[in-house]
């Protein structure tokens, strides 16, 4: 079992994709993150919501979001939301699209990176 620290703005946009999957219909497994990560989901969202735009910000990028005891399975299902996320960015890079950041581009890659090495680490 591993630690994993995101930062919010990373959980935000992983949690957002499960809901956004949810919402279309699609079969949330059991066992998925989101039925054990949800509660914190919906409290930061709540938190965000009441916070004016530079506070939102401050908390997005410099708060961090910890969750002890991941298991490889939970470590790989988050690795598949980056890695729709970041194809997500690159497609916004590709089209010229104004939102397209490299920057973005390379944290998600980093995190990515993190994923893969605790994978590694655990066996």
Same mark, same amino acid.
């Given at each position: 079992m591993e630690t994993l620290i995101f930062s919010v703005h990373e959980f935000m946009i992983?949690? $957002?994709i499960l809901r956004e999957q949810k919402n279309e219909g699609k079969d949330i497994p059991k066992d998925s993150i989101w039925n054990t990560w949800q509660p914190r989901y919906q409290e930061l969202d709540r938190d965000l919501e009441k916070l004016d735009m530079m506070?939102?910000?401050?908390?997005l990028f410099d $708060?961090?979001?910890t969750f002890h005891d991941v298991s490889n399975d939970m470590i790989r299902e988050?690795?598949?939301?980056v890695d729709i996320h970041?194809?997500?960015e690159q497609n916004l890079i590709e089209e010229g699209d104004l939102d397209?950041?490299?920057?973005?581009v390379e944290i998600w890659r980093m995190l990515r990176l993190r994923l893969e090495t605790s994978?590694?680490?655990a066996g």
């Open positions: 992983m949690m $957002g506070r939102r910000a401050d908390m $708060g961090k979001v988050v690795m598949s939301l970041l194809k997500f397209g950041d490299p920057d973005e994978l590694e680490q």
